[in-house]
């Protein structure tokens, strides 16, 4: 699905695109399911293991590089 479905928002100002695509997202994350406890919990250990240096964290370019390499 794209614009190029509706003629009629093509018509719409930049604001009014705007604005149209807020509603839509905000739409779209009340659609979404509850995320279960386990996967809170989950991502909360990880984010603690990840502070408190127990994880070794990569830079973005060296996940790009590692990627590549693949």
Known sequence: ???ADFPELQKLSGRQKEQLAEELRLSAMNDRKPVP?????????????CKS???????????E??????
């Open 1 to 3: 699905m794209t614009l």
């Open 37 to 49: 406890g386990a996967h809170k919990k989950e991502l909360d250990r990880r984010r603690a293991d």
């Open 53 to 63: 240096g127990k994880i070794k964290t990569i830079t973005l370019d060296e996940l």
């Open 65 to 70: 590089r590692r990627l590549a390499r693949k």
